[in-house]
């Protein structure tokens, strides 16, 4: 049997503390379902908040029932926050993303978006009930009637929303002896959704209700350096431009850069306008002295905004940690974001974004034990190109960019650069400002090194022309990443595509191995006591657990890491996990 669920509450911060269950939907069919309130303002009876919670406890935690839901990593962990499990699930939200990925920008994977592409139906909007003009807070405060024709309705189209897209996936499904590509998880699309993305609803959940422990303290200190930077930056550049002006103001840094100054106008806004974007500042790194501390003060004033300022606003002060969410449908490659707060903005490589780490501390007497897929994306590039000099290196154990330096007889740094210029895409301007090399030494290397790897080239020639026939890429396993704009007739927006091609294909393929890691990290965890999974950051994996525990969860981890996708590729390379234990998000990756 199955049935759909979803929890209405009184904001999104039950797991915080901060909100709580106003009432529960449930739907058999639909055309058949219900809303049972516990918490109602409006003075009207309702049922009792632990007899709801305790007849419905034995349907939830059925491991025989199918639960659907939308976006059920929110319900997981209000469930959680009240004693209850949920187990055996389906994820409508997290079907149409292994369905159609980010192919529509615009319609999302928003349930009310959902019903009306499928359905052609029109829902009732939140806002439709919880009307604040006239005094209403949140659901609770909603009359009994409205909240049931709202509640019921979100219960039953997602179940009808489930016969869909269950429907849509099961006619994606290939037997796994007929994959055409043998990394694929069997059924292709089918087993993206059932391998890779629906054991994420619980390992999400669980890691934002788990939450991690902020120095609250030291942020507040890290705040003031960083503000303190800003103001000695500004008057660098005041100096510099010869007057003030508002550096946030991208009109008046466009007069004083290209009216004053006389750089280069390099790409212009949707509106005509000269643009100051990063990008463009980087690539005029080297024609005048104000682009250094102008990129800067960019880098510091977002440190500001979205971190030190704004962490510490997130800490709850009922578990005295920061709950932050995981996204797992909102990205184009298939990698999670973050949200309330995101610690994707976190520099990876610099002092100021390992001293911001330093702020995520584990509790006493526990301790952080980070593990990063080392690599991984240059390992992948060489794995998929079939680049002897590349697996290699690899396979010797060398330095891939230092090997890399050698053949092409530049440092280290510039074939880095190069390096990363072949997946993410860079042409010779932006890896001459890259490397602080003229273009014409620029176009030198990137001739050497075609011819040194022309597997590279190839490869990426085959995986364009695969998708400009289908207008997608897949990863290793099969998952899907939309490219639209390689069919573009705008010259600059098909490049655009062609990059996103590539890009895909790798970064892709490392986000379904991350997805594939963390439900088994997070199983496995469970034989060490208190052991806890907490973050996913990119490319790294953070677990919380007792001191004499964390040599062996380090070695669990990285073990875990390096075999996930085993079972469905056969790897060319070497696929290595490194990590570290300490006090702190920073010190553990020291």
Known sequence: GAFAIDTETTGLRVVQGHDELAGICLAISPEQGCYIPVKCRTGETI????????????LFEDK?????????????????TYGIELVNYDDTMLMSYALEGQKDLARGHGFDALVKHYFGKETIRFDDVVITELGMKDFADVPLLNACAYASE??????????????RLDAEWTDADTVAEPGAVAGNLFGTYHVIDRPLARVTADMQYQGVKVDVERLGELDQEFKAKLDRLEDEIFDIA?????????KELQRVLFEDLKLPVLKETDSGEASTAKDVLENLRGKHEIIEPLLDHSQFSTLVSLCTSNYPNHVSPHTGRMHGSFRVTSTNTRRLSGGD??????????????????????????????????????????????????????????????????????????AKNINFAMIYGAGPRKIAAM?????????????????????????KNEVIRYARQHGYVETLFGSRIYVPFIKCSDKAMQSYGERQAVNGVIQGTAADMMRLAMPKVHSKLRKFKSAKLL???HDELGAECRDEDAEDVKDMMKLTIETCADKYIKWSIPIKSEGGIGDSWGTAKS
């Not at 030494?441 to 080239?457: K, S, T, W």
Request: proline share 3%; glycine share 6%.
């Open 47 to 58: 049922l009792k908040l632990d007899y709801v919670l305790d007849t419905l406890a034995p």
């Open 64 to 80: 025989t029932l199918l639960k659907v839901g939308h976006n059920l990593a929110f319900d997981i962990g209000v469930l959680k």
């Open 154 to 167: 979100d219960a039953r189209e997602t179940l009808r929303l489930h016969y869909e897209l269950f429907d």
């Open 242 to 250: 010869g007057y003030e002006f508002n550096v946030a103001s991208n």
């Open 341 to 414: 707060p995101n610690l994707q903005n976190i520099p990876t490589r610099t002092k100021e974004g390992k001293e911001i780490r330093e702020c995520f501390i584990s509790e006493y007497r526990n301790k952080l034990v980070i593990q990063d897929m080392s690599q991984i994306e240059y390992r992948l590039l060489a794995h998929v190109c079939g680049s002897k000099l590349m697996r290699d290196a690899f396979i010797d154990g060398k330095d891939f960019h230092q090997a890399a330096a050698d053949r092409l007889g530049v440092e280290r740094s510039a």
């Open 435 to 459: 490397c602080k090399l003229p273009e014409k030494e620029a176009y030198r290397i990137l001739d050497d090194y075609a011819g040194e790897y022309p597997e590279v080239q190839k490869w």
């Open 535 to 537: 973050l996913s950051v």
